[in-house]
Each structure stands twice: as structure tokens, then as C-alpha cells.
T-cell receptor, first 108, second 117 residues
Framework: GQNIDQPTEMTATEGAIVQINCTYQ??????LFWYQQHAGEAPTFLSY????GLEEKGRFSSFLSRSKGYSYLLLKELQMKDSASYLC?????????FGGGTRLMVKP | DAGVTQSPTHLIKTRGQHVTLRCSPI?????VSWYQQVLGQGPQFIFQ???????GRGNFPDRFSARQFPNYSSELNVNALLLGDSALYLC????????????????FGPGTRLTVL
């Protein structure tokens, strides 16, 4: 079966750094995606990892360890507009399985 | 360039009715995937179509069906609606099928909000 776990909620302060963890157990692996979803809107792509290591893209970085079934999304210099849900998703075969999402609240 | 479009935006149905949701992918994209997102949860994979063939199916009952047309647009059909089918239905398009094994970003449409009374 497919199982993806991530924390339900996190709170952080504007200007700080936050790390959102994701663990997964899937049959097959094509890559791991992170999406951002603001309330009432569609998910938007943030990052993609298929090899172990860190991928950096501006204020956002994503890490993958395939042997541990583990990924994290790192958000630096948090801004109020970063308040959203962050979705971890794993591609396997012809499916894309999402975790339940982590709702991040950024406070002043 | 137009992104992924979905219609209708909102829909209200009653139990037992049938619904058809429509999706037009980004021009040049050959794969369309459908997801159901219940409030407060992550999207759940329903179907993937690539080159007009079903390539993947999630754990949904046979009341859910879909098809992809020669122009790569797609329809999702749900029969015998239940209260639990109330959700945001998302369509996503990508260049290749999900099993391509390479970078294959999915672009999501705005969704159709279905309410079953």
C-alpha cells in the first residue's frame, strides 16, 4: 500500500526558518514532489526530488533520502504569505499519492 | 498561455444523481489526472489518462469513471452520488504520463467544488 505521513499543523514566526518533514512507504518510486496550497486554491508546484540530496530554489529547499523514505521541505526567511498547506506527494507507477498536508501558520 | 481549465466551478447535486466534470489541459500536454480533495485533507488520486488511455486508477468505486478525448481534454463522471462525494475535484495536466520516471511537473486547474445534498 501507499502511506505518506506529515505533521498536520506547524506554527512559525515571520523571518524564521521552518522544516516540514515527510515520511513515506510506497510500492515503487518515481520521485517526490512538494506542493503549496493556499486556502480555496489549487496546489502549485514547489520542488521535485528523485535523487538523494538537497535541491535549493530560492527561499525553498527540499531534501530526499530514498533509503530512509524521508523528505523535508525547508522554508527560509518566512513571510506572512507563506501561510498555506504544504503537500508532500510521491509518484509510483502510474499514481501520485499525496500526504494529508501540513498547515503552516506564520505569525508576526 | 492558458493554464488548466475546469468546468463548472461549483455544482450542487442531490443524492443519487449523476455528475460530469470537465477539464482542458495545457496545450501540448498529453496526460490528465483527476483528484478528489475533501476539506482539510490532501488530494486523493482517482485516475490518470495518457494518450487517451487509462494508465492509473486509485482506490475509488466503479461509480467513478473518466475518459480522455482526441484533443486531450477529459471528463470525470460520477454516478449515484453519495453525500461523501462532496469535495473539490482537481484536474492536473502534465507533458508525460506519471510513470515517465523523469521530471514531470503536474499543473493543477482551479477545481470544481461539488456539493451533494
Amino acid at each position: 500500500g501507499q502511506n505518506i505521513d506529515q505533521p498536520t499543523e506547524m506554527t512559525a514566526t515571520e523571518g524564521a526558518i521552518v522544516q516540514i518533514n515527510c515520511t513515506y512507504q510506497t510500492s515503487g518510486f518515481n520521485g517526490l514532489f512538494w506542493y503549496q496550497q493556499h486556502a480555496g486554491e489549487a496546489p502549485t508546484f514547489l520542488s521535485y526530488n528523485v535523487l538523494d540530496g538537497l535541491e535549493e530554489k530560492g527561499r525553498f529547499s527540499s531534501f530526499l533520502s530514498r533509503s530512509k523514505g524521508y523528505s523535508y521541505l525547508l522554508l527560509k526567511e518566512l513571510q506572512m504569505k507563506d501561510s498555506a498547506s504544504y503537500l508532500c506527494a510521491v509518484g509510483s507507477g502510474n499514481m501520485l499519492t499525496f500526504g494529508g498536508g501540513t498547515r503552516l501558520m506564520v505569525k508576526p | 498561455d492558458a493554464g488548466v481549465t475546469q468546468s463548472p466551478t461549483h455544482l450542487i447535486k442531490t443524492r443519487g444523481q449523476h455528475v460530469t466534470l470537465r477539464c482542458s489541459p495545457i496545450s501540448g500536454h498529453k496526460s490528465v489526472s483527476w483528484y478528489q480533495q475533501v476539506l482539510g485533507q490532501g488530494p486523493q488520486f482517482i485516475f490518470q489518462y495518457y494518450e487517451k488511455e487509462e494508465r492509473g486508477r486509485g482506490n475509488f468505486p466503479d461509480r467513478f469513471s473518466a475518459r480522455q478525448f482526441p484533443n486531450y481534454s477529459s471528463e470525470l463522471n460520477v454516478n449515484a452520488l453519495l453525500l461523501g462525494d462532496s469535495a473539490l475535484y482537481l484536474c492536473a495536466s502534465s507533458l508525460w504520463g506519471l510513470a515517465s520516471g523523469s521530471y514531470n511537473e503536474q499543473f493543477f486547474g482551479p477545481g470544481t467544488r461539488l456539493t451533494v445534498l
